[in-house]
């Protein structure tokens, strides 16, 4: 049971606002010293008398409870959500020598109630903020990392955002105990920075690294449709209108709060848009903003690399680092999970690079490129996690190479022209499957089954060292000369796109089509291309002809609405891949960069492997 609302009607917090801060709010306190100090603010309006929490996500199993971190002590008091200190007249608050946190926690502040400029004495219990403060330092003194913590409605729009696919409520983000699952949320914690300067609480409008467009404008306007409810004493229109809108048809969960308000938005970009945007106050404290009612609430960050020209379909490694081919340079460009490009502008090169096409990534992180080259130079070429090539020229395809998949065994599996090619980890050629269709994408299941897509409508289930099943398919996936990933879900289902058709396709373990005889439409989809599946089962398409992304339920029912997904920077987007954190990345063919809808989908094991493909972390 979410005990927040319950807790924030009994206990007189608030909130504040603020795009800015005093500088003489900053000063740096001594960081040998185990100190935090911030201030909290609603648009420009300071909160007083608001609980401030500080909590750890937990990392035993996703849903946990967060784990505060305050200690009893002086000014300190405690209520059911933990131990809390209280913000002066002016927003700020100070601890010192009153927390403790480990290294490598993930660390977060929460407001609640408080005094956003009401009459003297009033509260608001609605008013929940959020800002992440990131990993504990080694010494655990917060003020070497975060001298200074603005919490206000951006700071929550970015927290609700990025940490969506960990995130139950205010009081419960969590991973699960795997090592990936913790990097996951790590890299989610650290995203935040790329939204907001978190000493200011002033969205960004490009990421850390100078690469990367941030859509500051919304983040700015989702912050302001908080403003009008969190600057009240809660039980106004603009408060039952909130929570009234973010709540999905068959939600049944408690909204109260504005925090919880920020997560469901996050989670269903495209619910009652005009609605929302209506909430935006005249006099809007955060600028610049939207002037138009946007397609949808989703944040896309769009991150360049200027040698990077036409890129394709990519593949994550077990770290959250993006691997994109570059096809018109012949290159290979690796993006850390906040979008920095680790090659530098040139990408790697090498290894018998020509006209890169996909990639797939081993269980040690090492990249493998097919080169969708002529008959005689296609081939794959095998690369180290640090970007260099591990051999002078590509291993040879059966026939021209198109898409890879590892099996359990580490032996790459590539589709082809008229055969399938099997590879050992080492390179060596064990194997080729004979189906004369031109087969397209290929995946293995958790059987170790290669499932490929051909042009003649056929499904193959290839299975080694030399089976061939064959499956009629209604929905074909292909016209004339288009070439078709497909993907797996956790249930080993078969999805797999419809450029003729403008649909997806879904058959079982045993092969049978379990989707409508003309596939799963709507949502979007307009020249679907890549197509990835999410820890929650949910099927992602990259819409070439539609500059969107499509979201489809593990039953086919559209998410997106019908203009898709959209990101001001979509061009012709090909590829799509699903991150260690949910975050749904796409590689814009037409221009030098691929963009990241942040928290979208939810998280997802990478790389992909047979045996946890569609699974989270």
């Not at 504040?16 to 709010?25: D, E, I, L, M």
């Not at 603005?150 to 205010?170: K, Q, R």
């Not at 039980?235 to 929570?243: D, E, G, P, V």
């Not at 291309?529 to 500059?547: C, E, K, P, T």
């Amino acid at each position: 049971m979410n005990r927040l609302p319950l807790i924030l009607l009994a206990a007189a917090a608030a909130l504040a606002t603020g795009c800015g801060v005093n500088p003489s709010q900053q000063a740096a306190l001594d960081p040998t010293v185990h100190s935090l100090r911030g201030a909290a603010h609603g648009g420009q309006q300071p909160v007083a008398g608001a609980h401030v929490y500080l909590f750890a996500a937990n990392t035993s199993g996703y849903g946990a409870p967060s784990m505060p971190l305050l200690n009893a002590g002086p000014n300190v008091a405690i209520d059911l959500l933990g131990p809390y200190v209280t913000t002066g007249s002016d927003g700020s608050f100070t601890v010192t020598n009153l927390y403790h946190c480990s290294s490598g926690q993930q660390v977060y502040a929460l407001i609640t109630g408080g005094n956003p400029g009401l009459s003297p004495g009033a509260t608001n219990p609605a008013l929940v903020m959020l800002a992440v403060l990131g990993a504990c330092p080694s010494d655990g003194s917060l003020a070497r990392t975060v001298p200074f913590l603005a919490v206000n409605e951006v700071s929550t729009i970015a927290a609700a955002y990025a940490l969506s696919g960990f995130m139950t409520d205010p009081t419960h983000i969590s991973s699960s105990s795997t090592p990936a699952s913790q990097r996951g949320m790590a890299n989610a914690f650290a995203l935040v920075g790329n939204m907001v300067d978190v000493a200011t609480g002033v969205a960004l409008n490009e990421n850390l690294a100078g690469n990367g467009e941030v859509p500051q404008s919304e983040i700015n306007t989702l912050a302001d449709i908080l403003v009008p409810c969190i600057n009240s004493n809660g039980n106004t229109s603009a408060c039952s209108t909130l929570f009234s809108s973010v709540r999905a048809t068959g939600d049944t969960s408690t909204i109260a709060d504005t925090a919880t308000a920020a997560l469901k938005i996050a989670k269903n970009p495209a619910l009652n848009v005009s609605t929302l945007f209506a909430l935006v106050p005249p006099s809007s404290p955060f600028q610049p903003t939207l002037t138009t009612v946007p397609n949808d609430w989703t944040i896309g960050i769009t991150y360049f690399s200027e040698n990077m020209l036409g890129p394709y379909f990519p593949a994550f490694d077990s770290q959250g680092n993006l691997w994109v081919p570059s096809y018109s340079t012949s290159t290979l460009f690796e993006f850390d999970p906040l979008g920095t490009p680790l090659a530098g502008s040139g990408g790697f090169n090498g290894g018998g690079l020509n006209l890169p096409f996909a990639v797939a990534v081993d269980s040690v992180d090492n990249p493998w490129v097919v080169n969708f080259a002529p008959l005689g130079s296609s081939g794959v070429s095998r690369f180290r996690n640090n970007g260099t090539p591990r051999t002078s020229s590509a291993y040879a395809c059966s026939s021209t190479c198109f898409f890879p998949a590892f099996d359990s065994a580490g032996d790459i599996w590539i589709s082809g022209a008229t055969q399938t090619t099997v590879l050992a980890s080492d390179g060596t050629r064990i194997g080729t499957f004979g189906t004369n269709s031109y087969d397209s994408g290929i995946v293995i299941d958790a059987a170790n089954r290669a499932w490929t897509l051909g042009h003649s409508r056929l499904l193959y289930r290839l299975t080694y060292p030399s089976s061939i099943s064959q499956f009629s398919e209604t929905v074909t996936a292909t016209s004339g000369n288009e070439l078709t990933p497909v993907a797996a879900d956790a249930s080993g289902n078969i999805w797999f796109v419809s450029n003729r058709n403008n649909a997806i396709g879904k058959v079982n373990p045993n092969g049978t089509q379990t989707s409508p005889a003309g596939g799963y439409i709507g949502g979007g989809l307009t020249g679907p291309a890549g197509i990835a599946v999410d820890g929650d089962g949910n099927v992602w398409v990259a819409n070439r002809d539609g500059n969107s992304i499509s979201a489809f339920t593990n039953k086919g029912a559209a998410i997106t609405p019908s203009t898709g997904y959209t990101a001001a920077n979509l061009s012709g987007p090909r590829g799509l891949a699903i991150d260690l954190s949910g975050n749904v990345w796409v590689t814009n063919f037409n221009s030098n960069s691929v963009t990241e809808f942040v928290g979208a989908a939810a998280p997802v094991s990478t790389p992909i492997m047979p045996s946890t493909q569609g699974m989270r972390p």
